[in-house]
């Protein structure tokens, strides 16, 4: 009776933790503005409406960002092919990894954290932040994971122009704040920020 018992609240210890993952709808991979019209309509924006950015948008973008579009291989390059970055996700519900094989945002935090990315202006109203993580041990040096990191940025850039979404690359921001908010570990380094939302 006990052992019922106790199998029977692990099971809805499990399902509770899980069902705060955000399970993201499968990306559109086709449609959009031509490649020459999105080169022409990036740049950064810093001032943006607070809205929360629906389902299917938030999918197509993480995808864009670092999604896979072949077998093991991303929509962007890295280094080696060491795919050493990890896209964090801030929103105001809390902390996400991005796991682009299950397609979905897995939760590491509860709770908004936004005050720890600084500039409150900008984190506080764009929709998400996409935080970039360079894991030291699988990169080849230091320098590629902010390489990497960029390519990422580029790829949300562009897909932001494509959609009418503005975005804006960071470096300020207090890296030991937002390094213990993540509760990263010393082979971990946050490379840049990138808030995503709608233009104001």
Not at 45 to 52: D, G, T, V
Not at 61 to 79: C, H, I, M, Q
Not at 101 to 116: I, Q, S, T, Y
């Amino acid at each position: 009776m006990k052992k019922g018992l106790l199998a029977i609240a692990l099971f809805c210890l499990i399902n509770c933790v899980s069902a705060q993952d955000i399970q993201l709808v499968s990306p559109t991979k086709t449609g959009g503005k031509p490649l020459m019209e999105v080169l022409n309509e990036r740049q950064s924006h810093r001032s943006f409406e607070y809205k929360e950015m629906p389902a299917q948008t938030l999918s197509d973008l993480l995808w864009a960002a670092y999604g896979f579009n072949r077998e093991d291989k991303r929509t962007v390059p890295s280094s080696q092919n060491r795919q050493e970055v990890d896209v964090y996700v801030m929103l105001s519900s809390g902390i996400y990894i991005y796991d682009a094989k299950d397609n979905v945002l897995k939760m590491k935090e509860k709770g908004d954290f936004r005050k720890a990315l600084g500039q409150p202006n900008i984190s506080e109203n764009a929709s998400l932040t996409l935080i970039y993580v360079a894991n030291m041990d699988k990169a080849s040096n230091r320098e590629a994971g902010f390489i990497d990191s960029g390519f990422i940025a580029q790829n949300v850039y562009l897909y932001c122009a494509s959609v009418g979404l503005g975005s804006v690359a960071r470096g300020s921001f207090t890296r030991p704040d937002l390094h213990n908010t993540l509760k990263l570990t010393d082979k971990q380094e946050i490379t840049f920020v990138q808030p995503v939302g709608y233009i104001k």
